[in-house]
């Protein structure tokens, strides 16, 4: 598919807009960029997500996509000549989205969980390390999730390598070490160092900044 | 094609529901293997280590885990007969937006709704009236979500045909009426009525029963 209309709606400190930028920058797809503000939401937001009213939102030729992993495929889908994001096989892509959702539905909830102050902490704690463990495992004999390449849940996993950091930094809460997590330590260093991700993410000083200031 | 397909369920599992239409609509010969969720078989432990649930759909040994993603799965590996996902990306992310705002949106709201206590449920009423809202929008001039065809997102809320009763019935609060989602009923009528479904309906007063203690 050629040169088309693509907009991308989103906020420079989300985990989820960054996947869609990342994956549009893999495929070499030109896009015009929306900073939103939450308190104030667009109308164009409103009008193009008005199930969930959330970011990020990618147009094409005016048509809205919601939900950062459905965008994600999609995008895999419409520009299918260049770099692919998931594998062809139908049993490995099932592995992919597999663990696409884990990230999202099981890794999200439990760094909520740590966030929290005393007791719930705790618990989020326990939650997070088992989560990570089984990352951790997931990685054994990969350069990354995706294999060779940066894949559909290395994508997916970018709140794993920048977001997870920062949050338990500025927590104190020492978890994310080479000594716990060897494979995931290294893959977070390859990751970043991969050079779209470099020029996609938000500067870690910047995010951690941001978050002091949000009193999160 | 000779394969082995084998699904790990439960009676009540909403989740492999999902999974035994597809199959079904496909055409696709399986062996329904019955867990019991309170003393889990180490079979399913091997194959789902994860998340240890049900429904894990295991071809030729190796096992698909998560209800969405076994449904895609099942769509790419069977793709002569009956497609699930329409073809155009366009249509096949709403499809999956969909799907997903059933699990993710939808099913915890009418929970609440339903099975929830006091002022939470009263909340979660009113949003749930106000999320069926897109469903019944979805169906306009459809008999499916699918269109002509059951789809991947009316195995997504295919639930909704058999339980939305069930719970409806447990807590004594109508959810769905024929007059404000005359569309939504029909769609519930239609799916729960088809026949190569008729089979799969876990029993009505089993299920009455599993939600009255949940307490």
Excluded at chain 2, 196 to 210: A, G, M, N, V
């Amino acid at each position: 598919m050629g040169d088309q209309e693509v907009k991308l709606f989103s906020l420079w400190a989300s985990p989820f807009g960054k996947r869609v930028e990342i994956a549009l920058k893999i495929k070499g797809i030109k896009y015009e960029y929306f900073e939103e503000d939450l308190s104030n939401k667009s109308s164009e937001l409103l009008k193009y997500n008005p199930v969930h009213k959330k970011l990020p939102v990618l147009l094409h030729n005016g048509k809205p996509v919601c939900e950062s992993l459905v965008i994600l495929e999609y995008i895999d889908e419409t520009w299918k000549s260049e770099r692919s994001l998931l594998p062809e096989d139908p049993y490995a892509r099932a592995m992919a989205r597999f663990w696409a959702k884990f990230i999202d539905d099981k890794c999200i909830a439990a760094m909520w969980g740590a966030r929290k102050n005393s007791e719930g902490q705790e618990e989020g704690i326990e939650e997070l390390t088992e989560h990570l463990k089984t990352l951790e495992n997931e990685l054994k004999g990969k350069k990354f999730f995706g294999g060779d390449e940066i894949g559909l849940v290395d994508i997916t996993a970018d709140l794993i390598a920048l977001w997870l950091g920062v949050l338990l930094e500025l927590k104190g809460i020492e978890l994310l070490t080479k000594e716990k997590f060897p494979r995931l330590c290294e893959w977070i260093d390859d990751y970043l160092d991969h050079q779209i991700i470099k020029e996609t993410l938000p500067d870690r000083e910047t995010y951690r900044d941001f978050l002091l200031k949000a009193k999160f | 094609m000779a394969t082995e397909v084998k699904l790990f369920r439960s009676w009540s599992s909403r989740y492999a529901l999902r999974i035994v239409w597809a199959l079904k609509l496909k055409g696709v010969e399986f062996e329904a293997i019955f867990e019991d969720l309170s003393n889990k078989s180490s079979l399913l432990l091997q194959y789902n280590p994860v998340h240890k649930k049900v429904p894990v759909l295991v071809h030729n040994g190796k096992p698909v885990c998560e209800s969405l993603v076994i449904l895609e799965y099942v769509d790419e590996t069977w793709n002569g007969a009956h497609p699930l996902l329409p073809k155009d990306p366009f249509a096949k992310a709403e499809a999956r937006f969909w799907a997903k705002f059933s699990d993710d949106k939808l099913m915890p709201l009418i929970r609440k709704a339903t099975l929830g206590n006091g002022e939470e449920k009263e909340e979660a009423r009113v949003l749930t009236a106000e999320n069926l809202k897109h469903v019944e929008e979805l169906l306009k001039g459809k008999k499916f979500f699918g269109g002509e065809k059951i789809g991947y997102v009316d195995l997504a809320f295919g639930w909704m045909a058999y339980l939305i009763n069930v719970l409806e019935e447990v807590s004594g609060a109508t959810l769905i009426k024929k007059e404000e989602f005359p569309l939504l009923s029909k769609w519930m009528e239609n799916f729960y009525e088809f026949p190569e479904f008729k089979e799969s309906w876990p029993d009505h007063d089993r299920l009455i029963t599993k939600f009255k203690n949940y307490g």
